[in-house]
């Protein structure tokens, strides 16, 4: 069965310093990955995919993540970290193709970002 | 863009009441949208996929009669909580999806708060 592990419960960095958030994933064969971003007591916001391509991919708010097959991992990255960013951000991986299952999506546990001014 | 609405946005029930939940895509047509389950500092939980004019697929453990869905439009689809008791309280989250082969992106709504007592 699918798994998402994002082994970092919490995370806290000084305003201004560099980001990693860590995503694992084990799948049968290479799948959908995404980052949302969720603020307290909101829904989500896709902050960036890979489906296919170039590995290193660019999102919104100035993210990026890289896919490392060999690693089986999707990190998340960014240069230098905004107040606005402390929220929980969730790794989450679809099945290739659009055959069935509804394209349903497994979701880690997720990572809560804490920023010190 | 593509938004998704829910409401109410938080709704406090007595136990052994019914409560209906809604999700519209406002500015798309949705052929399938999809139900989550988030408990606090948890992950999201799939509970089930909904496509219009179909029945609801439901996830393993998830009590279909106990979570009624109906996607009766390609704009609206609902959950009712029936019989509610205090374990069901929870964030509920709702996303949609575009429909096409080539649309794989799920766009979420801000979640329902449900709070039984």
């Known amino acids: 069965a699918q798994s998402v592990t994002q082994p970092d419960i919490h995370i806290t960095v000084s305003e201004g310093a560099s980001l990693e958030l860590r995503c694992n994933y084990s799948y049968g064969a290479t799948p959908y990955l995404f980052w949302y971003v969720q603020s307290p007591g909101q829904g989500l916001q896709l902050l960036l995919k890979?489906?296919?391509?170039?590995?290193l991919v660019q999102g919104i708010k100035g993210f990026e993540a890289e896919f490392k097959r060999s690693q089986s991992s999707f990190n998340l990255r960014k240069p230098s970290v905004h107040w606005s960013d402390a929220a929980e951000y969730f790794c989450a991986v679809g099945p290739r193709g659009f055959t069935g299952g509804g394209n349903k999506l497994t979701f880690g546990t997720g990572t809560q970002l804490k920023v010190e001014l | 863009g593509a938004v998704v609405s829910q409401h109410p946005s938080w709704v406090i029930c007595k136990s052994g009441t019914s409560v209906k939940i809604e999700c519209r895509s406002l500015d798309f047509q949705a052929t399938t949208m999809f139900w989550y389950r988030q408990f606090p500092k948890q992950s999201l939980m799939l509970m089930a996929t909904?496509?219009?004019?179909?029945?609801?697929?439901?996830e393993q453990g998830v009590e279909k009669d106990k979570f009624l869905i109906n996607h009766a439009s390609l704009t609206l689809s609902t959950l009712t909580v029936t019989s509610a008791h205090p374990e069901d309280s929870s964030f509920y989250i709702c996303?949609?999806?575009?429909?096409?082969?080539?649309?794989?992106?799920?766009?979420f709504g801000p979640g329902t708060r449900l709070t039984v007592t």
């Open positions: 909904s496509n219009e004019g179909s029945k609801a697929t439901y």
């Open positions: 996303s949609a999806r575009r429909p096409g082969p080539t649309s794989y992106e799920q766009y």
């Open positions: 890979y489906f296919s391509g170039d590995t």
